[in-house]
């Protein structure tokens, strides 16, 4: 059973940066795209980030281009999100999940979840 934790998440102040990690466990994930999504009060889940397989092809919702940076240790089996130049609109819950492909998509093919973890920008 696969099982994905996200990490790193919390309260910052407009301007500032969070790192967030998701560690992947029970099954191995070096073959599968990997993405980030989020969803603020009242509004629909969307994509904001995703990495394929290999690390070497990234996707980003346009939202957030030039201020988060997604990345990946297969070593460790981690996806990370740097976020950078937070603005109080990306105040959401964020969510990690496998593709269930190599190769990156913001909308379909996401089979494994976390549970989240609670990003709030706000002075």
């Known amino acids: 059973q696969l099982q994905l934790v996200e990490s790193g998440g919390g309260l910052v102040q407009p301007g500032g940066s969070l790192r967030l990690s998701c560690a992947a466990s029970?099954?191995?994930?070096?073959?599968?795209?990997i993405g980030w999504f989020r969803q603020a009060p009242g509004k629909e889940r969307e994509g904001v980030s995703c990495i394929s397989s290999s690390g070497g092809s990234t996707n980003y919702a346009d939202s957030v281009k030039g201020r988060f940076t997604i990345s990946r240790d297969n070593a460790k089996k981690t996806v990370y999100l740097q976020m950078n130049s937070l603005k109080p609109e990306d105040t959401a819950i964020y969510y990690c999940?496998?593709?269930?492909?190599?190769?990156?998509?913001?909308?379909?093919?996401?089979?494994?979840w976390g549970q989240g973890t609670q990003v709030t920008v706000s002075s």
């Open positions: 999940a496998v593709r269930l492909f190599s190769v990156c998509d913001l909308f379909h093919g996401y089979a494994y």
């Open positions: 029970g099954l191995s994930v070096e073959h599968a795209a």
